[in-house]
């Protein structure tokens, strides 16, 4: 039951991140695109982005990234644990028994 | 491998913790200014992930050539380390380039490759879970494939597209931003280490799994 | 194992000190033989590949109507008002080409894999590298012909000038197709267990074989503009040629030990 919720969670999750792009695209007004590379400066007042947000966004995905790896093997690492104290159990019954 | 663990997440994490102080204290770059500072954990997550490249490859050669298990449990956790590190690497170079180009993706000789080479270790981790039996053989062929293939792609996507500016940045940083890069890059590293010591012990682990369940099969029949 | 009976003869001559077979074993006559062995093998599996598709020719036609539909397909798709984009051509031709190709590989194999003939193949005492090339050598055939129809096809519906550039034009088809058919050729034969087989070929070979795409298309359309920029082509030849050694000396070298379950 946990296992299909996290597995259903992990698929939800994976699609919002793959629809995440369009989604933030969509909400921006279609700028006219560049002829060829304009240094930022040259850009007009009103197509420069704040760089906060961006900046902001990168490093927390960076660090969720890792974080959300770390969780995988944590959770894979104690079903493997639990399986093998079962087993074990298991081994040490029927050799007493 | 496991005695290292502790210090290395000690050593990982004081650097982690670190690395904001040095990247604010880093000058701003002329032209991008605040945005140019994704640079120091987007290259260094590239290097990680082309250091898990030459892990995956050179391991899956010795799977297939000499069968040794602990070489494939190697190939496995650097694969899922270039999967991750790839993709914080595609996430921050779209989110520099939405500021320094004004496009989320321009087709930029470097994250073209990068998209391709994570093309391929997810094609590894697919193998792997759907490929059915001896799916790790063929895994370890596609892990051998995809190191041969990056010089290919390497030249064939840097022909077909040259806009990317960090080819040569490395040897042009202003000095005062070579230490915090150099000191991000080695973060990275170290966090390389550190989780592909902890990826294949859990590999380890369920290897001996596996083995305790054929042993009470055994005793068993 | 019955690979394997040959050398022990041979090194118990040696051990016995018999001069003869030491000598015969570095002559240059030794390696004569083996190459001989693994043409002779490589040819009888292309042969008899060739034989079954003749009775039925099943898997070419089915091949070529598939690839002229891809080719309309794409023709519809781009086409607007009359004309298609500048480099439309040469992109609708390569990846025709990858389409029609990964289906034949997923369907060559299938047939072996439907009449349980690959543990006989297998079993059979031919060195495996042999089995490969020749499997290689059928796949190379099949779309050597679908490349005969497509080219003229891809010609005459974009008004694309390729037929008048056949002598850059063909060395790159070959090349190109040598190295999607090596590698599809590998990965096919080891999926053939598989149940995901279908969509599991075109998951691990498109992003290995898309510098064979890009040198291609690049390739062709340079061919195509007008001047014809030959330099250029033949860069992106000499691209596919180094592609082609490498993936096909990867491959055979591989071969042995994946097909080894």
Redesign the interface.
């Known amino acids: 039951m946990m296992r299909q919720l996290t597995r259903l969670i992990g698929v939800l999750a994976v699609s919002l991140v793959m629809a995440a792009p369009a989604l933030v695209l969509a909400q921006q007004p279609p700028s006219e695109p560049q002829g060829e590379f304009l240094p930022i400066d040259q850009l007009p007042p009103a197509e420069q982005l704040p760089a906060a947000p961006l900046l902001v966004a990168a490093y927390a995905f960076a660090w969720l990234a890792v974080f959300f790896y770390l969780w995988t093997v944590w959770r894979r690492l104690n079903k493997v644990e639990a399986e093998m104290l079962v087993l074990q159990k298991r081994q040490s019954r029927q050799r007493e028994g | 491998m496991r005695n290292l663990f502790l210090p290395l997440t000690v050593v990982t994490a004081a650097m982690f913790a670190y690395a904001p102080v040095a990247i604010a204290g880093a000058p701003y770059e002329s032209t991008m200014l605040l945005i140019q500072k994704i640079f120091y954990f987007h290259v260094p997550a590239w290097m990680a992930m082309y250091a898990g490249i030459a892990v995956c490859g050179i391991s899956s050669v010795i799977y ?2 000499k ?1 040794r298990p602990a070489a494939d449990r190697l190939a496995v956790s650097a694969a899922e380390l270039i999967v991750l590190f790839g993709a914080i690497g595609l996430v921050t170079g779209p989110l520099w380039g939405r500021k320094a180009w004004g496009v989320w993706w321009q087709w930029d000789a470097r994250l073209t490759m990068a998209l ?2 994570e ?2 270790f997810v ?1 590894y981790l ?2 792997r879970a ?6 790790d ?2 895994a370890a ?2 892990g ?3 190191l ?2 990056s010089p ?2 390497y ?3 840097n ?2 597209r040259t806009i990317h500016p960090l080819n040569t940045v490395v040897p042009t940083l202003q000095p005062g931003m070579r230490g915090p890069f150099w000191f991000c890059a080695l973060a990275f590293l170290m966090l390389f280490a550190l989780l592909l010591n902890l990826r294949v012990y859990l590999a380890t682990e369920q290897t001996r799994l596996d083995e305790l369940y054929l042993a009470e099969e055994d005793s068993a029949a | 194992m019955k690979r394997r009976a040959p050398a022990c003869a041979h090194a118990i001559g040696v051990w016995w000190g018999a001069p003869d077979a030491a000598r015969y074993l570095v002559s240059s006559d030794f390696r004569r033989d083996h190459t001989t062995m693994f043409l002779k093998t490589a040819l009888l599996v292309l042969r008899k590949d060739v034989a079954i598709e003749i009775r039925s020719y099943e898997i070419l036609a089915t091949t070529l109507f598939f690839a002229v539909g891809c080719v309309l397909v794409f023709a519809f798709a781009l086409v607007k008002e009359g004309q298609a984009p500048p480099d439309a051509a040469a992109a609708i031709l390569w990846i025709a080409l990858l389409f029609a190709g990964t289906l034949a590989l997923g369907r060559t194999f299938e047939r072996e894999r439907y009449g349980e003939t690959i543990r006989a193949l297998l079993l059979a005492p031919a060195s495996r590298p042999a089995l490969y090339v020749g499997k290689l050598l059928g796949i190379l055939c099949l779309l050597g012909l679908t490349e005969m129809l497509l080219v003229p096809l891809v010609a005459l519906l974009f008004s694309a000038p390729l037929l008048g550039h056949l002598n850059l034009l063909l060395p790159l088809l070959v090349c190109g197709t040598i190295g999607f058919a090596a ?1 599809g050729t ?2 096919a034969a ?2 053939m ?5 279908d969509v ?1 070929l075109p ?2 070979l ?3 074989t ?2 064979v795409i ?2 291609g298309v ?1 390739g062709t359309s340079a061919l195509l503009a007008s001047p014809p920029d030959e330099p250029t082509a033949m ?1 992106w030849l000499a ?1 596919l040629v ?2 082609d050694v ?2 096909v000396t ?1 491959s055979l070298w ?1 071969f042995e ?2 097909m ?2």
Request: glycine share 8%; hydrophobic share 65%.
């Open positions: 297939l050539f069968g391709l080479l093309l391929v094609a697919l193998v759907y490929g059915g039996p001896g799916s053989k063929l062929a596609v051998l494939f995809g041969a293939v290919f792609v030249v064939s996507v022909i077909w | 590698v590998l990965f080891m999926l267990r598989a149940r995901t087989r599991m998951i691990l498109y992003p290995i898309i510098p890009i040198a690049r860069m691209i180094s592609f490498v993936f990867l591989t030990p994946l080894m379950e």
